[in-house]
């Protein structure tokens, strides 16, 4: 997780401030619908709506276009005819990767992926190939440096934490995917500034890369995760922070 965490942490601050926004919006606008479709468009009884609202608001979305995308999932706009669908596979090196999509035409999105990985250095795998590695797992990230650990820990163990993973950069708290929005609004009013909250699927074990095979890693994930119904990725690099900078902020 080492990596993958500081990637996504990266990757989220990003999205704040540049051009990645309205590709974000694009993603969320999909999550959203769909999320209301499932479970209905109130996110005080609909958890995976809330989480999804909230993230679109990390990112500044406007709140006439949630309003909007959960309209369109509720039946109050044009019909959401999407499918998710989760494709498994490996990339250089043999690291595991889950792309879970959005789509409306599986077979397109098959074909992209398959050629996305096969250009990449990876290919793709069968359903449960690579699934058994990982686990769902609410993940908090701060920044290090700008938080007390010690407290954190503290705080983070009373909330209900699972594990408290001390990277390079980032410092992620591990929690069950339920407990994720209880220990994130207790960490929250006792002050600690985080970087991203969501529930994630973890890998239990990771695939430590440098050089060549980083960055070939790193380029396939970022691929990825620029397809139109991607929504997100998912992987067990572990690979040095320089690296996973200079790749991100590319």
């Known amino acids: 997780m080492s990596g993958h965490s500081k990637w996504a942490t990266i990757k ?18 999909r999550e ?10 109130d996110p005080a009884v609909n958890p995976r709506l ?4 909230e993230r679109a608001r990390e990112v500044n979305m406007p709140s006439d276009n ?33 792309v879970e999509a959005m789509t409306d035409n599986k077979n397109r999105t098959l074909g992209d992926l398959n ?44 909330a209900g934490a699972e594990d408290i993973n001390f990277e390079e950069s980032v ?5 069950k995917p339920e407990d994720m929005e209880k220990v994130r609004d207790q960490l929250k009013s006792k002050g600690f500034t985080l970087v991203s909250a969501e529930v994630t699927m973890f890998p239990q074990n990771t695939v430590r890369l440098v050089g060549e095979e980083a960055h070939k890693v ?25 690296i996973i900078a200079e790749e991100a902020t590319s």
């Open 50 to 53: 809330r989480l999804a609202v």
């Open 12 to 29: 989220h601050k990003k999205a704040k401030t540049d051009a990645q926004r309205g590709k974000m919006f694009t993603k969320f606008i």
């Open 218 to 242: 790193l380029k396939l994930v970022s691929v990825l995760e620029e397809h139109d119904d991607v929504q997100t990725v998912h992987a067990n690099f572990d690979i040095p922070d320089e």
């Open 32 to 41: 959203i619908s769909v999320a209301a479709r499932m479970g209905g468009g």
């Open 171 to 175: 410092i992620a708290v591990i929690t």
């Open 115 to 158: 050629y996305i990985f096969t250009r990449n250095g990876g290919h793709l795998g069968k359903s449960g190939c690579v699934a058994w590695l990982f686990k769902k797992r609410g993940v908090i990230t701060f920044e290090r440096g700008k938080v007390d650990e010690e407290k954190l820990t503290s705080e983070a163990i009373e």
């Open 66 to 98: 949630i309003k909007r995308a959960i309209a369109k999932g509720t039946g109050g706009g044009e019909e959401v005819k999407l499918e998710e669908i989760v494709y498994e596979g490996y990339g250089p090196g043999g690291v595991a990767v889950m």
